[in-house]
Each structure stands twice: as C-alpha cells, then as structure tokens.
C-alpha cells in the first residue's frame, strides 16, 4: 500500500557544488535549507534582512543589494525604547539609532557584493499579503513593512497581491539580477509553512497567488527553476505528523524530506557524494573525550586530522578549519561551548 504521494521532480540545469555560491532569501523555511546547506559545507549567505514573506520586501531587498542601498537614521522608527527599519527583521534593531544603522548597512554591503560572484540565488516566498503603513504609522504611508515588530495594529492595512502585479515584480527583480550577475540561476520555492494568522481560506488564497506567478515567471525565464518545497509537504506528506505542535511549521521529519528531494534534484552527485565524510568530521569534532591524553584519543584526532586535511586539499571550497585546528591541538576555542 501507498501512504503518501510521489511525484518526481525536475533536475535543476545546474546543480550545486562546494564550489557554488548561494544567496538564500525568503521566509522562515529559508533558513532550515540554508542551515542544511551550511552543515554540509556549502558557501551559503542567508537573509541579509532577516526573515522575509511577501514578493514586495523580498524584491525591495535585492534591489537593496544590486545597487548597494544605504540607509541612514532618518529611515529608522523608534517604538518600544528600541530602533527600528520597517525593510528589516528585528534581529537588525538596536537601542541607538547608529547602532541599528551600521548593522543594516554592513549586512546590505555584504550582500551586494556576495550577489556579484554568487552561482545561485534561492528565493522562498511565504504570503502574498503585504501589510502598508497607515498615516498613524511612524513611517512612510502606503509602503508596506517587512516585519510588524509589533506596532499596533492601527499602523498597517492588509492588502492581497494579485498573481499579475506579483509575476510583475518577481519578473523586474529577475532582470535585475540577470544585469548584475548574467551566469546566476534562480531558484524559486514556496514556503509550505501555513500562514494561519490569516485564516485557513486566506492562507489558500495567497498560496494560490505565489503559485500562479511564480509557474508563470519560470515557464518565460530561462535561468529560473522552480523546486517544490510546498507540493512536497502539502500533496507528498499531506498529513499534520509532518508539522510541529503549532500546526503551521513542518516539523524536522518534513524538513529532512523536503531536504533530500533537494539533495537530489538540487545538487551534482559530487558533491552528495561527500556528505557522509563531512557528517563524520563534524560528529568527530563534536566528540568529547573522557580522558583526553589517553593514546587512544591521540590516534583518533591523527585519524580525522588526515581525513580533514586530505578533504581540503582536494576539495578546497570545503572549510573546516575550525574542525581541522581541533583535531591538530585537541583544543577547541572557548566561544565554542
């Protein structure tokens, strides 16, 4: 008997190594890939503003980063004795305006020039309702917020993308990046994360928007692809087993799923193909040894320190230095615990 639906999924054209580059931006899913990603050692840059779900803010920010937008005090909000950007997640906030400002703007330079080299820039979408400022925000009217951090509700409207005005954006942003970086492929996913803050049928309705523009922007760009992290969890698993107790996140089982489909559709054999060594090194670095100079442990770092050296030398994108010094001294650096 069959219990859950597979589909097969379409291979990337090119597929990731240790030798790519990618830049991940998006929602909170976003950040589950790119730490799996990272954990296999994988150069990855995640959500230089924090964590974004409308096409509107996701597209502010690359172009933030395309033509290396600075902000200055003026763009910052104060509320709750603490500063504020309305582009930017919170972890970006800060108690002086100065403070917040120099973090914001590190992180956009940081980007932009990430961008310029960059092989693969993966973008996940979470709703296609945006929330603008009302003239009782502290802001600019109409524009709409990436994060609420929690203002009063008065401060915002709600508002629905329609799938044209959302393809519209997505295809400028598209173009954009295509003039900074012609060689970069673009991954699109949606978030299988249930925005249920917005009610069940809402939630569908804003769904049903990302699919529609996001298949229409692929179907005419030749350097997008799309890869179905919300059909994977929604139509393969379709059980809430997969979801954590809140019911709107998909749980590590789901996660781990989704993250396989990935590894095979996503990234060259390769590079897959190194994943369990690197699972090893890690583990063994991990490793906390009863009695440290013991003979016994002495063989086992000599052990891995080979494998690691042999491991970076032939693969020379893959950085474990930190796991490297550790089993060459046997010491690990206090910020480590």
């Known amino acids: ?32 890939i790119g730490n799996l990603l990272k954990r296999h050692c994988f150069t990855v840059l995640e959500n230089p ?9 996701v597209v502010e920010a690359v172009d933030s980063y395309i033509h290396q937008k600075q902000i200055n005090e003026s763009d910052l909000f104060l509320l709750n004795e603490t500063w504020h950007s309305w582009k930017h997640h919170s972890r970006f906030s800060d108690i002086t305006p100065a403070a917040t400002v120099a973090k914001i703007n590190a992180s956009t330079f940081a980007a932009g020039q990430f961008l310029k080299s960059a092989s693969h820039i993966m973008i996940t979408l979470g709703s ?3 929330y603008r ?12 917020a990436a994060n609420n951090h929690k203002a009063p509700s008065t401060w915002f409207t709600r508002e629905l993308l329609t799938a044209e005005i ?21 991954i699109f996913t949606i978030s299988p994360v249930r925005h249920l803050r917005e009610g069940v049928i809402d939630n569908n309705r804003s769904k049903a928007v990302l699919i529609q523009a996001v298949h229409d922007l692929v179907n ?33 089982q789901a996660t781990q799923y989704v993250w396989e489909k990935l590894v095979d559709a996503c990234i060259a054999k390769e590079a897959s193909d190194l994943f369990k060594l690197i699972k090893e090194i890690k583990l063994a670095y991990q490793h906390k040894p009863f009695n440290p100079q013991t003979i016994q442990h002495q063989q ?26 550790y089993f060459k001294t046997g010491f690990v650096p206090r910020e480590q615990f």
Request: net charge negative.
């Open 128 to 130: 296609a309702w945006v």
């Open 220 to 252: 005419q760009n030749v350097a997008t692809y799309y890869f179905p992290a919300y059909e994977l969890v929604i139509d393969d698993l379709r059980d809430y087993r997969f979801y954590a107790e809140d019911l709107v996140h998909p749980n590590y």
């Open 300 to 325: 086992f770092l000599r052990k891995y320190e080979n494998e690691t050296a042999r491991l970076m030398e032939q693969f020379p994108f893959i950085q474990l230095t930190d796991e490297l010094n």
């Open 133 to 144: 400022l009302t003239d009782a925000a502290d802001g600019e009217a109409g524009s709409v």
């Open 166 to 186: 959302t393809q519209k954006l997505l295809q400028q942003m598209v173009d954009s990046l295509l003039k900074l970086n012609p060689y970069l492929q673009i």
């Open 1 to 32: 008997m069959k219990f859950h639906y597979e589909f097969p999924i379409k291979k990337i054209p090119v597929p990731l190594t240790h030798y790519h580059k990618t830049l991940m931006i998006g929602s909170c899913f976003t950040e589950n």
């Open 49 to 57: 503003n924090g964590i974004l779900f409308n096409p509107v803010s």
